[in-house]
C-alpha cells in the first residue's frame, strides 16, 4: 500500500506541476491555458502526449525539440521538478489527512506565483481571484480554525500591505497585496502576518546580498513575491513550533 501510496503521490505531483507552469507562464502574457495545444514555440510543431511527460520528456530528448532540434529553455525543467518536489515534501509532511485540502491549493498557489513573477514580475490578478474562491469553498467542508481567523487574515494580509504600499509609494505590487489577501483566507491571520515578518527579514538580507555583490543595482526592483512564497511556506509547515520557541525565548 505505502508504494502504490508513493506512486499516486509522484504521479499525482509531476502532473499538477506541469499544468501549473503553464498556467504560470501562459497567464501573464495573457494567452489561453488551453488553446492553442503546447507547441513548440520556435517551429510551432504540435506536442504530442509522449512528448508532453513531464521532466521525462525534456530528459530524454535532451532539452531539444523533437522536431527542429532547437533548445528549449530549461527554465520548463527547472520549473517542474521544483514544483513536483514542493508537491511531494507537503504530502509526507503532512502525512495522509483532511489538511491536504489545504495544503496541496496553497502549494500550487505558492509555486504558480514564484514562476511568473520570476519570469514576468507579475503575480496574476487571475490566479489570485481563482485561489480566493477556491479556498473560500474549501472552508465550507474543511476549516481547522475559527472563521473569524480566516476573515481577520484576509482584512490582515491585505491591509497590511495596501498600508506598506501606499506608505512606501507603491513599494508593493497590487499582486503582492491580492496575494496576501488570499494567504490570509487560506491559514488564518497569525501565520500570514508571520510569513509576511519571514519574507521580509529573508528578502531584506538576500536583497542586500545581492547588491553587494552586485548582482541587481540600487534602485532596479527585486520581484518580491518569491520571498512571499518562501515565507508563507515556512510559516505554514513551522509557524506554529516558530511562535512557540519564540514565546518560550521571550518568557525565559
Ligand atoms: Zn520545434
Not at 502504490?4 to 499544468?19: D, H, K
Not at 525534456?58 to 523533437?66: A, H, T
Not at 522536431?67 to 495522509?96: D, H, M, N, R
Not at 483566507?185 to 547588491?211: D, E, N, Q, R, Y
Request: aromatic residues 14%; charged residues 10%.
Amino acid at each position: 500500500m505505502e508504494i502504490i501510496q508513493s506512486i499516486f503521490i509522484i504521479i499525482f505531483s509531476l502532473i499538477l506541476s506541469s499544468f501549473l507552469n503553464v498556467v504560470a507562464i501562459r497567464i501573464p502574457k495573457g494567452e489561453s491555458i488551453v488553446f492553442p495545444a503546447s507547441h513548440c514555440v520556435h517551429c510551432k510543431h504540435p506536442l504530442k502526449p509522449h512528448d508532453l511527460v513531464p521532466v521525462f520528456s525534456y530528459l530524454l530528448l535532451k532539452g531539444r525539440c523533437r522536431y527542429c532540434q532547437t533548445k528549449i529553455s530549461p527554465v520548463y525543467l527547472l520549473g517542474e521538478v521544483f514544483t513536483t518536489c514542493v508537491f511531494v515534501f507537503a504530502f509526507y509532511q503532512i502525512g495522509w489527512n483532511q489538511e491536504l485540502w489545504i495544503a496541496i491549493p496553497l502549494m500550487a498557489l505558492l509555486t504558480t506565483i514564484t514562476i511568473s513573477d520570476l519570469l514576468y514580475k507579475i503575480i496574476p490578478n487571475k490566479v489570485n481571484l481563482f485561489f480566493f474562491v477556491l479556498f473560500a469553498l474549501i472552508h465550507v467542508i474543511y476549516r481547522p480554525l475559527p472563521f473569524t481567523d480566516y476573515l481577520i487574515g484576509v482584512i490582515a494580509g491585505g491591509g497590511l500591505l495596501l498600508l506598506i504600499a501606499i506608505i512606501s509609494r507603491g513599494g508593493m505590487g497590487g499582486g503582492d497585496i491580492k496575494l496576501m489577501a488570499v494567504v490570509g483566507l487560506a491559514i488564518g491571520w497569525k501565520l500570514t502576518l508571520l510569513s509576511f515578518f519571514l519574507a521580509s527579514l529573508i528578502g531584506g538580507i538576500i536583497g542586500v546580498l545581492l547588491l553587494a555583490i552586485k548582482v541587481v543595482k540600487r534602485k532596479e526592483p527585486i520581484p518580491f513575491g518569491p520571498f512571499l512564497a518562501l515565507g508563507i511556506w515556512l510559516s505554514y509547515f513551522y509557524g506554529n513550533e516558530l511562535i512557540s520557541a519564540y514565546i518560550k525565548f521571550a518568557l525565559q
